[in-house]
Nanobody, 124 residues
Framework: QVQLVESGGGLVQAGGSLRVSCAASGRTFSSYALGWFRQAPGKERDFVAAFSWNGNTDYADSVKGRFTISRDNAKNTVYLQMNSLKPEDTAVYYC??????????????????WGQGTQVTVSS
């Protein structure tokens, strides 16, 4: 019942900033864990950041201090502000929403709905 659409990806130089957005239609985000994942070519889809079911935020160690997840419930939109970008951040970024279950919000399998992804490329 939730459709997710990412936007805001693009090409940026190392050290630069970019903000990606995830707009939802359907149910309000308030009932879901909201996560950002990323996948580089030949790599697994990895956890980046999330709002857990209780509203707390969490980040992968690789992005702590550089990325910030935020939300606008009135717009049903989640954002990922990415600062001090590195070439290693290059990936397709996906947003996801998941109802509470038995899996940690850091695992892709915990999520029920996924966006199509938006490409973020960081040049050196």
């Amino acid at each position: 019942q939730v459709q997710l659409v990412e936007s805001g990806g693009g090409l940026v130089q190392a050290g630069g900033s970019l903000r990606v957005s995830c707009a939802a239609s359907g149910r309000t985000f308030s009932s879901y864990a909201l996560g950002w994942f990323r996948q580089a070519p030949g790599k697994e889809r990895d956890f980046v950041a999330a709002f857990s079911w209780n509203g707390n935020t969490d980040y992968a160690d690789s992005v702590k201090g550089r990325f910030t997840i935020s939300r606008d419930n009135a717009k049903n939109t989640v954002y990922l502000q990415m600062n001090s970008l590195k070439p290693e951040d290059t990936a397709v970024y996906y947003c996801a929403a998941g109802s509470r279950g038995t899996y940690s919000y850091t695992l892709a399998r915990a999520y029920d709905y996924w966006g199509q992804g938006t490409q973020v490329t960081v040049s050196s």
